[in-house]
């Protein structure tokens, strides 16, 4: 054992998730939102594991993620759902990529990628109906919905859904949530009286699909949910499971005695004579400097605080008289199941969100998987048959 953090991701948790939310949705169509490298749980072994679990749909933030996934032998829809002026369309309408459109130009520019790249593009016209981030306003929706039913006409798109976004889903009873749920039916109203004709028509969350079963429409598009993870007070129902455990080991461990300073500042000092516990991970590695004194970690089945400052590549923590040794296992989150703090304990301590916890850790540090194998997925995301799965299994075990 060197010491080294890493994130352990449990695929079954993220295939059973995703079950769990494809059989509450009832009859809606369920799309993974796999954006961030999966929130952090790596993009193409999460995306693998929602398949497996039943998700039909993909969603990313960038024509780049939906490319790897269609590389990695991906056929399910993915939704590019941030659109952006200079994107390679050109690319996604080649790779058969669903692209978000907010504005009339937008939709005229992708006509043309479409023309070059010799197919429609499949177009998802999205509505702002309150979040104000992106979306065409209410009185910019009739332009945008006649230009794509022109481009549609000239065959370089295919308008395939009509979306949106909610801002306050996770409040429940936000009085937000009833006006935008309007706001998206009045623009549906018009965009099929304008002659529109989507097949999926999507603008829940994971809080809207947990709360509000008449924000479900055609299709649902949860992302801390696969990952079992949740923006609503309280966090996710125990029936998902935190995908994500962050552990290390220590690395040195010595005795103080009592009104030793540590750290940086020496925000901490020890109150009683301590054994002291050093861990190889710091904000360069995820942990926010807010941590200080404030995040627990579980260490020889006991919970301690991370004590004092978080340097740049490590953390101390006061084991008091725990007998602690070199190489023990200190896990920072988990589950929850073995007594380990969860990354909701670490965002409610931190005044932040779960997802904003999980997504600082993978870039830095390594990943591994347990669970069920890339190649299990595959199997039962495509029944274990024709050649598709065969690659997909391929590509799953070497990520897995
Ligand atoms: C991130 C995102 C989602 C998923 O939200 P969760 O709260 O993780 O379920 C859905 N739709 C859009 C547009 C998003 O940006």
Redesign the pocket.
Known sequence: MDGQPEALVDLSAIRSNVAGLVASVQGAQV?A?V??DG?GHGLIPTALAALAGGATWL?V?SIDEAVRLREAGVTAPVLC??AAPGAPHADGVSFGVDLSVSTAELVRRIGSAAERAGRPARLHLKADTGMSR?GATMADWPELVAVALEEQAAGRCEIVGL?S?FAC??VPGHPSVDAQLDAFRAAIEVAQHAGARPSVRHI??????LTRPDTWFDLV??????VG???LPGGSPAWLRPAMTVRTHLVQVKRVPAGTGVSYGHRYVTLAPANLGLIAMGYHEGIPRSAANTAPVLVRGERRVISGSVCMNQCVIDADDLPIEVDDEVVLFGPGDRGEPTAQEWADLLGTIS?DVVTRFTAKIPRSYCGVTGAEAMAVYAGGADTDAAKLARVGAREV
């Open positions: 799309m939102v954006k961030s929130y969603g933030n759902m941030l992106g979306w976004h889903a996770d829940a969350n994971t809080a809207a699909l598009r949860p992302g801390g949910g696969v993870l949740c923006t997802y």
